[in-house]
Structures are given as C-alpha cells and as structure tokens.
C-alpha cells in the first residue's frame, strides 16, 4: 500500500499532456518560393543587405513609428529583362508571443506589390494569411498611414498580428525611402 496522496494522481497524468501539446508554427513559404510568387517575371534576385546606420535607423523609426530591433533589413534586388523590377524585403514582427515572418514585394517606384506570410508561428491570428486581407496593402507608398480600423481592416481574433503587420509594411516602406531610393 503507498502512502503517497491521492490528489497527486490528476497532477502527475496532465503533466505529460502539456509538456506534449502540439506546437502552432506553420511554414507556409520558403523566402525563394515567396520571391517566385510576388515576382514571377524575375529573372535574377540581386542580395542586398541593407544596414541602416544610427541616424537612418532614427529617420526609419520616425517615419513609420514603430522601433526597429536590428540595423540589418534582408533585401533583394528584383531583376527583370535586365533592369531593375522592385524589392523583396524580408520581415519579422512579433504577433502576440512569437514572430511572424513575411515578406514584402515593392515595385520599382516603391509601391507595395504584394505581401506574403511566410512563417507564422501564433496558436490564434492566423487569419492574416487571407489574400484579401493582404491585398489591402497594395499600391500603399511612403507615408501611408497604414493604421489598423483606418485604412487596414482589422480581424476579430488576430487584433495584434493585424496590427504588427501593418506597422511592419510601414517600417519596410519607410526603410525604402531611407536607404533603398
């Protein structure tokens, strides 16, 4: 007979249980796969790292109001028929406890051609992946204001995603303008 108490029966059973639980992340692109889909007429993706020094860093945070957490933006130079097409900008942002990253596609002008999700690693919000929601950030430029409930259509249930995304695009716009124009 054990001396042990029987209330640290249901303790010791659920234990495994959430140390099990499935985790949420979900790859939906490869950065190459998403650079093919948001620009299907490349013919070459040029790496260009952009590192932002401390008084661009100051201007890219002031111009889109948010802070940026690294100096250094993944960039690519999009090539098409031997001339520059546009940008392919790789982000991350947080969505309520993890990262989201996606990417931004900017034409030659700097107008946003498209936006995909690549990784989203949320267990809710993962609505943001809706092309209509995304495809409100078409043809937005610098200096759009790109505020949730405004001119970007927020999602019950993925308020923060919705949220950090758009902050994101006017971060990544905002760094075209600085050190990409």
Same mark, same amino acid.
């Given at each position: ?78 090539? +098409?028929? #031997?001339?520059?097409? &546009?940008?392919? !900008? %790789? /982000? ?7 990262? *989201? ?6 034409? +030659?002008? #700097?107008?946003?051609? &498209?936006?995909? !999700? %690549? /990784? ?7 609505? *943001? ?16 204001? %790109? ?35």
């Amino acid at each position: 007979m054990s001396n042990q108490p029987n209330w640290l029966v249901v303790p010791a059973v659920c234990v495994p249980l959430f140390a099990a639980a499935p985790a949420f992340a979900v790859q939906y692109l490869t950065a190459e796969a998403a650079q093919k889909l948001l620009f299907p007429e490349a013919s070459t993706f040029v790496t260009h790292p952009v590192r932002l020094d401390d008084a661009q860093k100051k201007a890219v945070e002031k111009a889109a109001g948010v802070r940026m957490r690294y100096p250094e933006q993944p960039v690519w130079q999009v090539i +098409a028929d #031997g001339k520059p097409a &546009g940008w392919f !900008v %790789l /982000d991350e942002v947080y969505g309520k406890h993890e990262f *989201i990253t996606y990417a931004v596609a900017l034409d +030659a002008t #700097g107008a946003v051609r &498209g936006v995909e !999700v %690549l /990784d989203y690693r949320e267990t809710h919000g993962g609505q *943001i992946v809706n092309p209509k929601w995304r495809a409100q950030f078409d043809g937005k430029r610098y200096g759009a204001a %790109l505020k949730l409930d405004d001119d970007i259509q927020n999602i019950s249930g993925a308020t923060l995603s919705c949220k950090h995304i758009s902050e994101g695009v006017r971060r990544v716009l905002a760094i075209h303008k600085v050190a990409l124009q």
